[in-house]
């Protein structure tokens, strides 16, 4: 999922809540973080790198989904990795614990500030409902991590970049406890379609292994054998 651009500087004051073994983290005089997103933080005193901790737990429902991201800054270029314990190992699973799974284009992104993170709501144009039932005058957004705001730039998730506008998606989504839907498995969720072929970040695993190249006829009828 690639590079991000500017660099990330986080806030030295927090503080740490803890209910039902959920760990919220909230910042003196700033807006809570969205539910399901939790970050702890450290940097270097040096001017020319900076490095912060992230973990993001996506609470799902039942699931609590956690990601370890550490984000490395330097003058030149940011990077954000991530290593996503919410993860699927077969089709099955990823089938029966998505919310929604739709063929969809971007057609408005808007960041949005949370602590001293950037986050970007994307907002989907419904092509089809694979899973899931259309709900008329329901806007159905997504929430990513990266963007720029108020001169603070966060980095995308190397394998989870930001979905671009008008570009048409497979996504396998799960509700959040806010008002818009969460990716699965961080970049599991999500497959371009290019000419008509699905087009994955990260190949090697079980689902990018199924989806990547695969025809979008061939994907609707496969999915029929699991739903």
Known sequence: MHHGRGSYVPSR???????????NWTFAGQKRLPEGISIIMA??????KKTSFIIIPCLLIAVVALAAIKIT???QEPLASANW????ENMQSIYDKADLIVIASVIKSIPEQRANMIFTKQYLDIKKYIKGEEKKGTDISILQTGGILNGITTAEIAEAPLLELNKEYVLFLRKSNEDHYLVMGGFQGIGEINHGKIEVNVKTDEIGKVLNDMKIDSFEDMSLQYL
């Open 13 to 23: 004051r927090s503080a740490c809540a803890i209910s039902g073994g959920v760990f």
């Open 43 to 48: 940097y270097s005193k040096s001017f020319k």
């Open 73 to 75: 800054s330097t003058q």
């Open 85 to 88: 314990v919410d993860h699927y």
